[in-house]
């Protein structure tokens, strides 16, 4: 075990946020992947209902497309 100061909190934990990567690589679903990003973005809305998400994307274009459809799926876009 490392001396750091850094721990990842549990998720039942006590934390600031909770991160996710936004889906991209359409060979991670293989002939499935159309509906991921809104899979994700109900994620995201259930999420909202409680707490901050911090949201990785690749580029501003991407992170557009993600603020888009998690409007669309209800989510509190003021928490991303």
């Known amino acids: 075990m490392s001396d750091s100061q850094f721990t990842m909190p549990a ?19 293989p002939g499935k992947f159309h509906p991921i990003p809104w899979v994700y973005a109900e994620i995201i809305r259930n999420l909202t209902q409680h707490e901050r998400v911090r949201l990785l994307v690749r580029n501003e274009k991407e992170e557009q497309l993600a603020r888009d459809i998690c409007k669309r799926a209800g989510a509190d876009i003021k928490k991303l």
Do not use: G, Q, V
């Open 11 to 29: 998720e039942w934990e006590r934390h600031e946020a909770t991160w996710l990567a936004w889906p991209y690589n359409k060979e991670d679903w």
